[in-house]
């Protein structure tokens, strides 16, 4: 009698622990499943919001390039005509604000794309030197508004990089008009590039602005991210000029890295893949001021 309850005990005992065992695989699998599909949905959600903000871009191009030309229209047919003065500074204002609006649709339209999977860049061989050259004389006439130096430090021969030029040369564009923008009147703005010798090529962007904390520089790699430093929401932006470059830069293959210091300025370096080299180079200076 004895033998037969502590059987009945055990297997008592056991059916427990099975039981036990039974409910939390359940739940577990019921929690595994869960997680799944709140990432799917997330998923889905985030690629929904890309492709919108995609297409809600694109229709609004169409009517500010018509409001753009359009100005610039008004500006020249009353151009001639002495007592139109203040309408050629109004159709100025109206086409400097469409511009404006206009770079910040194409940068968004540009994330909205690269987040959904959608952007694709066209690669061709070009020569980096005048990619940084071309890029550099864009800005000039904003840096001499505030006196700003800008050195570019690039070896006489570097290699040709196989690249989409023109998404190339919107990274300097973004980096150098960052520089410029937070950068005080007299900074110094340097510019160096120098190939490795793995085949890689790195490109640096020095200035000498206000700079910002470690934290500062996480939250400004985000789209839309906001530094909320007073002096640095004192610039205009919606925080896409580093995210873009640093995307673009990502689609290339490269890496991109950022190192800043409050009062000293902020280094942009960022590295693409490995090129074909030419010839040794020599390091050359140029000043653009």
Not at 40 to 58: G, P, V, W
Not at 101 to 126: V, W
Request: one cysteine or more; proline letters at 4%.
């Amino acid at each position: 009698m004895h033998g037969n309850g502590r059987l009945r005990r055990e297997r008592t005992s056991l059916l427990s622990r099975y039981s036990a065992d039974l409910g939390r695989c359940i739940s577990r699998e019921r929690s595994e499943r869960a997680l799944r599909g709140a990432a799917m949905e997330q998923a889905l959600a985030s690629r929904a919001k890309s492709e919108f903000l995609a297409n809600m871009s694109h229709e609004l191009r169409t009517p500010l390039n018509a409001i753009i030309g359009f100005s610039d229209l008004i500006g020249e047919l009353a151009g001639g005509d002495p007592g139109t003065a203040r309408t050629c500074e109004y159709a100025s204002l109206v086409n400097r604000a469409g511009k404006h609006l206009l770079n910040i649709i194409s940068d968004i339209l540009d994330i909205s794309k690269i987040e959904s999977g959608t952007f694709a860049l066209d690669l061709e061989r070009q020569t980096l030197r005048d990619l940084i050259a071309a890029s550099a004389a864009l800005v000039k006439p904003r840096l001499a508004e505030k006196k700003q130096t800008l050195v570019l430090m690039l070896p006489a021969a570097l290699p040709a990089v196989t690249v989409d030029g023109t998404r190339l040369k919107q990274v300097f564009l973004n980096l150098l008009s960052n520089a410029h923008k937070f950068t005080p009147e007299g900074g110094r703005i340097v510019v160096t590039a120098a190939p490795g010798a793995d085949g890689t090529v790195t490109v640096s962007v020095q200035d000498s602005g206000i700079g910002m904390t470690s934290a500062q520089v996480a939250v400004a790699l985000k789209p839309f991210g906001q530094v909320s430093s007073g002096r640095m929401r004192s610039h205009e932006g919606v925080g896409l000029g580093l995210p873009i470059a640093k995307a673009l830069i990502e689609q290339h293959g490269g890496s991109f890295f950022v190192t800043s210091k409050e009062n000293v300025g902020t280094t942009v370096t960022f590295t693409l893949p490995e090129n074909d080299l030419v010839a040794p180079d020599h390091s050359t200076r140029e000043h653009m001021s």
